[in-house]
């Protein structure tokens, strides 16, 4: 006795399995859309948070500077204030003293920090072109300043 098995796909007409067919792709695509649009949402929702630290981070930054900058005045105002108790009440000359040092201060710091900026922006160029310099001598033999030197336009 020969026994078949019944296989459901061996009895299916072509129409119907395209149309079978048709259906499993029309659902793939659903879910291949549903994935896309949940990755935007995804997308959208860490753009949202990256916004919402960043203006938190900004506006604790500016909640810090300000305390910081009231918590200056109020020193400065005070030893102001010691100043011209000393000067017998003149509260004026507390203000001008201490204006007067704050600003002296500020200007010494630009000048000196200025200064300081300066001499490191040129050792950095000096040490820029002593290794340009340096590579010629290796690449060619000679740098460009030993031609002009030899022209006689340049002292080495």
Not at 37 to 50: F, G, H, M, P, Y
Request: glycine fraction near 10%.
């Amino acid at each position: 006795m020969d026994q078949q098995v019944d296989d459901p796909q061996e009895h299916v007409a072509p129409p119907e399995a395209m149309r079978d067919a048709l259906g499993k792709f029309a659902e793939l695509r659903a879910y291949v859309q549903q994935y896309l649009s949940a990755k935007v949402d995804q997308l959208k929702l860490t753009a949202r948070n990256i916004a919402i630290f960043a203006a938190l981070g900004v506006v604790g930054l500016i909640v810090a500077g300000a305390t910081i900058v009231i918590a200056l005045v109020l020193l400065f105002q005070g030893l102001a204030g010691a100043i011209a108790a000393g000067l017998g009440g003149r509260v004026w000359a507390g203000d001008l003293i201490v204006g007067l040092v704050l600003l002296g201060i500020f200007v010494v710091g630009a000048i000196v920090g200025l200064g300081i900026v300066k001499k490191a922006w040129f050792k950095a160029t000096v040490k820029k072109y002593e290794l340009t310099e340096r590579q010629q001598r290796q690449s060619f033999g000679r740098s460009s300043r030993d031609r002009t030197a030899a022209k006689g336009s340049v002292e080495v």
